[in-house]
């Protein structure tokens, strides 16, 4: 991260913690600022993102995430949408949608997209002792 650049863009972070003690063995979060492509403009617009367990939502602001991204039954991939350098797509099978969401380096992208996978795997199997393959 450069650091002329502002703290609040690059703002992202993954807490993941076990506990054998209750029914959601693995509890997985990631929070950060990235940009989403708009399904109707097709236009880009930076929004906040939230990742817990198996929830991905993402609002204008850290206090508005009410919009949901379904992550069960989705597939994430890299992409090259709009010349994007470190783009990836949610194609959920769920709603018969792609989301499109970019980071700002190689770096968050890859630790967005494998939380994601994470998520997904813990959903499914209560843990994340499953191989998690990022297409």
């Known amino acids: 991260m450069a650091s002329s650049e502002s703290s609040d863009s690059r703002t992202n972070s993954l807490n993941t913690t076990s506990s054998h003690n209750d029914d ?4 997985i979060e990631m929070k950060g600022w990235l940009m989403k492509r708009s399904k109707m403009s097709k236009k ?7 990742l817990k367990n198996t929830e991905l939502a993402y609002g204008d602001t850290p206090e508005q995430t009410s919009k949901r991204i379904p992550l069960t039954n989705s597939e ?3 992409t090259n949408i709009d010349k994007k350098n470190y783009a990836f797509r ?3 099978k769920d709603i018969k949608r792609t ?3 970019h980071a700002d380096n190689e770096n968050i992208q890859n630790e967005w997209m494998q ?12 843990d994340m002792s499953q191989a ?3 297409q």
């Open 24 to 27: 959601s063995v693995t509890h």
């Open 44 to 50: 880009w617009k930076k929004q906040w993102f939230l």
């Open 76 to 78: 994430i991939s890299e």
């Open 90 to 92: 949610i194609k959920s």
């Open 99 to 101: 989301f499109y969401i």
């Open 115 to 126: 939380a994601i996978c994470f998520a997904k795997a813990a959903g499914r199997h209560g």
């Open 132 to 134: 998690c393959v990022v």
